[in-house]
Protein backbone atom coordinates (compact mmCIF):
# COMPACT_ATOMS: atom_id res chain seq x y z
CA UNK A 1 0.00 0.00 0.00
CA UNK A 2 0.88 3.42 0.21
CA UNK A 3 3.51 5.27 2.20
CA UNK A 4 3.22 9.24 2.59
CA UNK A 5 5.84 11.63 3.74
CA UNK A 6 5.65 15.37 4.90
CA UNK A 7 7.95 17.41 4.99
CA UNK A 8 7.78 21.67 4.30
CA UNK A 9 6.78 22.40 8.49
CA UNK A 10 8.58 25.45 10.06
CA UNK A 11 8.41 28.79 12.07
CA UNK A 12 6.55 31.42 10.21
CA UNK A 13 5.41 34.99 11.49
CA UNK A 14 1.80 35.56 11.26
CA UNK A 15 0.43 36.57 7.90
CA UNK A 16 3.35 34.18 6.45
CA UNK A 17 3.04 31.35 4.02
CA UNK A 18 4.40 27.90 3.81
CA UNK A 19 3.61 25.04 1.95
CA UNK A 20 3.57 21.32 2.98
CA UNK A 21 4.74 18.48 0.60
CA UNK A 22 3.00 15.16 1.07
CA UNK A 23 5.01 12.62 -1.17
CA UNK A 24 3.78 9.11 -1.49
CA UNK A 25 5.92 5.78 -2.22
CA UNK A 26 4.81 2.16 -2.30
CA UNK A 27 2.63 3.11 -5.34
CA UNK A 28 1.08 5.46 -6.85
CA UNK A 29 -1.74 7.68 -4.95
CA UNK A 30 -3.90 7.57 -8.27
CA UNK A 31 -6.92 6.39 -6.53
CA UNK A 32 -6.69 7.23 -3.05
CA UNK A 33 -8.18 10.54 -1.32
CA UNK A 34 -5.74 12.05 -0.04
CA UNK A 35 -6.40 14.44 3.05
CA UNK A 36 -4.65 16.93 5.39
CA UNK A 37 -5.39 17.54 8.75
CA UNK A 38 -3.53 18.56 11.76
CA UNK A 39 -3.18 18.24 16.10
CA UNK A 40 -2.51 21.42 18.02
CA UNK A 41 -1.62 20.96 21.66
CA UNK A 42 -4.40 19.06 23.84
CA UNK A 43 -6.70 19.43 20.64
CA UNK A 44 -8.33 16.23 18.77
CA UNK A 45 -6.70 16.09 15.35
CA UNK A 46 -9.13 17.89 12.84
CA UNK A 47 -9.79 18.12 9.01
CA UNK A 48 -7.79 20.45 7.39
CA UNK A 49 -7.97 19.71 3.32
CA UNK A 50 -8.52 16.98 0.88
CA UNK A 51 -7.99 16.64 -2.94
CA UNK A 52 -10.31 13.86 -4.45
CA UNK A 53 -8.84 10.44 -5.61
CA UNK A 54 -9.38 11.67 -9.71
CA UNK A 55 -7.28 15.04 -8.59
CA UNK A 56 -10.44 17.00 -10.00
CA UNK A 57 -12.11 18.23 -6.92
CA UNK A 58 -10.95 20.07 -3.34
CA UNK A 59 -12.86 20.51 -0.20
CA UNK A 60 -11.63 22.31 2.73
CA UNK A 61 -12.30 23.12 6.36
CA UNK A 62 -14.35 26.77 7.09
CA UNK A 63 -11.50 27.63 9.41
CA UNK A 64 -8.53 27.26 6.29
CA UNK A 65 -10.99 28.07 3.12
CA UNK A 66 -9.92 30.86 1.11
CA UNK A 67 -6.09 30.95 2.75
CA UNK A 68 -4.60 27.07 1.68
CA UNK A 69 -4.89 25.41 -1.43
CA UNK A 70 -4.34 21.36 -1.89
CA UNK A 71 -2.85 20.19 -5.12
CA UNK A 72 -1.40 17.19 -6.23
CA UNK A 73 1.42 16.26 -9.10
CA UNK A 74 0.84 13.50 -10.37
CA UNK A 75 4.05 13.07 -11.85
CA UNK A 76 6.18 13.15 -8.68
CA UNK A 77 3.37 11.55 -6.83
CA UNK A 78 3.19 14.07 -4.20
CA UNK A 79 -0.03 16.32 -2.61
CA UNK A 80 0.98 20.08 -1.50
CA UNK A 81 -0.80 22.40 0.96
CA UNK A 82 0.03 25.66 0.08
CA UNK A 83 -0.79 28.02 3.47
CA UNK A 84 -1.04 31.32 3.09
CA UNK A 85 -1.69 33.99 5.23
CA UNK A 86 -0.68 32.13 8.31
CA UNK A 87 -2.42 32.80 11.84
CA UNK A 88 -0.97 31.91 15.25
CA UNK A 89 -4.02 29.89 15.65
CA UNK A 90 -2.57 27.45 12.78
CA UNK A 91 0.20 26.11 15.13
CA UNK A 92 0.28 22.44 15.05
CA UNK A 93 1.36 19.19 13.48
CA UNK A 94 -0.12 18.51 9.74
CA UNK A 95 -0.13 15.39 8.59
CA UNK A 96 -1.35 13.94 5.32
CA UNK A 97 -3.44 10.47 5.07
CA UNK A 98 -4.73 8.24 2.44
CA UNK A 99 -8.08 6.49 1.87
CA UNK A 100 -8.70 4.53 -1.16
CA UNK A 101 -12.24 5.81 -2.29
CA UNK A 102 -14.41 8.77 -1.71
CA UNK A 103 -12.94 11.13 -0.11
CA UNK A 104 -14.21 12.17 3.96
CA UNK A 105 -13.21 14.44 6.49
CA UNK A 106 -13.64 12.30 9.52
CA UNK A 107 -10.10 10.96 11.13
CA UNK A 108 -11.45 7.52 11.12
CA UNK A 109 -12.00 6.89 8.04
CA UNK A 110 -8.46 6.96 6.67
CA UNK A 111 -5.95 4.18 6.69
CA UNK A 112 -2.53 5.27 5.65
CA UNK A 113 -0.94 8.21 7.91
CA UNK A 114 2.32 10.05 7.42
CA UNK A 115 4.57 11.63 10.52
CA UNK A 116 3.77 14.54 10.50
CA UNK A 117 5.39 17.84 9.99
CA UNK A 118 5.12 21.06 12.69
CA UNK A 119 3.87 24.16 11.52
CA UNK A 120 4.35 26.87 14.04
CA UNK A 121 3.10 30.57 13.31
CA UNK A 122 4.34 33.47 15.96
CA UNK A 123 2.35 36.60 16.57
Same mark, same amino acid.
Given at each position: ???????? *???? &? !?? %?SLRLSCA???? +??????? *???? &? !?? %???????????? +????????DSVKGRF??????????VYLQMNS??????????????????????????????????????
Amino acid at each position: QVQLVESG *GGLV &Q !AG %GSLRLSCAASGR +TFSGYAI *GWFR &Q !AP %GKEREFVAVLTG +TGLMTYYADSVKGRFTISGNNAKNTVYLQMNSLKPEDTAVYYCAAKLGNWDTEVRRYDVWGQGTQVTVSS
